[in-house]
């Protein structure tokens, strides 16, 4: 249903599309709950910018991060200064 198009009530369509960052300890290797929200939030941008499913991998959990969140995110252009 994510990949329907919705017909609002003028009549337009829109599309409708959702991306979602999923990771296990298992895969990284650890229960660090914010290494495995880093590497899943990893992940998603992966799969917002191909069009396609990422699965986090242990290379997510390497991805630069400022203040705890993902480099590049809004919030993370100054130190201490998160959104």
């Known amino acids: 249903m994510l990949h329907s198009r919705v017909v609002l009530e003028d ?18 290797g650890t229960r ?9 939030d990893a992940a998603l941008y992966d799969g917002k910018h191909s069009g396609t499913a990422h699965l986090a991998t242990p290379a997510h959990a390497s991805v630069p991060s400022v203040n705890g969140r993902r480099a590049g995110r809004p919030g993370t252009h100054r130190w201490g200064r998160a959104a």
């Open 11 to 28: 009549g337009r369509t829109v599309d409708v599309a959702a991306s979602v960052g999923a990771v296990t300890p298992t895969t990284l």
């Open 32 to 40: 660090d709950l914010p290494v495995l929200q880093r590497a899943a």
